[in-house]
């Protein structure tokens, strides 16, 4: 397995950048990981990433667009604005969860 | 990553079963998903994906499906003259329905407009749209516009094309 130099910390990663163990996630980790997805971080992304953490510790996946959308989290049309170019993975990523792996 | 990173695809839907439609939406989705620019582009029976009036009853069918076997994985083939008993198509759809609902594969009208949110535009063909005697205000809101085969390929231009 990788590892990976961001945020302050060497963190374990796999080939695609996503963290393997979300203990070595920070706030920190984070932002430095937004940094590199060209990704400003505001308190509405905030609001996305602490909702995918919660949902990926109760379900052992992250949650699907279609599940942030009937949560009231967030609007699909949203999601895609605060993540351009990806924003399942690329929230996933930043939120140092595992790559989403369903089709939708 | 591998090189040459597809960009946009532009995806032709024909047909109006289950099979016929989800595909379609589901890799427009799955392309917008992916940072990919999508079209997609309805003719013949895949309007009806797209015309209000139908697009909230897409169905299987279960006659002249060889695939159609009971339960889906494992189960008995069911036989054509069984597919025809009355229920027996709404039955199928619904448990097909089910299980997709699981997975978080929303029914067609929902997934049309999550699409749209998305970013994947919605376009009917001309040609069959005046075949079966359709207008404009018949469409669901996200259709963007009917347009004609030629307008079709000047939208998918530099992409590529997939006709389902």
Redesign the interface.
Same mark, same amino acid.
């Given at each position: 397995m990788a590892t990976k130099s961001i945020g302050g910390r060497t963190v374990n990663v796999d080939e695609e950048g996503f963290m393997t163990d979300p203990a070595e996630w920070s706030k920190e980790v984070g932002e430095a990981i937004a940094k590199e997805e060209g990704i400003a971080l505001t308190d509405r992304h905030w609001n996305v990433i602490t909702f995918m953490q919660a949902e990926t510790k109760k379900n052992g996946e992250p949650p699907?667009?279609?599940?942030m959308?009937k949560s009231g989290v967030v609007?699909? #049309?949203e999601l895609?604005e605060l993540f351009?170019?990806?924003?399942? #993975?690329k929230a996933a990523k930043i939120a140092g969860l595992k790559k989403p792996a369903?089709?939708? | 990553m591998a090189e040459g990173k597809i960009k946009k695809v532009s995806i032709g839907v024909s047909k109006g079963s289950i099979e016929g439609v989800y595909p379609g939406l589901?890799m427009a989705?799955?392309a917008? *998903? &992916?940072?990919i620019e999508a079209n997609l582009f309805f003719t013949f029976f895949g309007l009806d994906a797209i015309v209000k009036a139908r697009m909230g009853r897409i169905a299987v069918s279960t006659v002249g499906n060889p695939g159609m076997y009971f339960p889906p994985k494992g189960g008995i083939r069911v036989p054509t003259l069984m597919g025809m008993l009355p229920g027996m198509q709404a039955f199928a759809t619904w448990f097909f329905r089910k299980k997709m609902d699981k997975?978080?594969?929303?029914p067609v009208p &929902?997934f049309v407009e *999550?699409c749209h949110?998305?970013?994947v535009r919605f376009y009917a063909c001309k040609a069959t749209v005046d075949m079966f005697g359709y207008k404009k205000e018949d469409f669901c809101p996200q259709v963007e516009a009917i347009i004609n085969v030629g307008t079709f390929y000047e939208k998918a231009a530099g992409g590529e094309i997939i006709f389902t």
């Open positions: 699907t667009i279609r599940a959308n609007t699909t #049309k895609y351009p170019g990806g924003p399942a #993975k369903g089709c939708v | 589901i989705n799955g917008r *998903m &992916e940072g997975l978080d594969i929303p &929902e *999550m949110d998305a970013g």
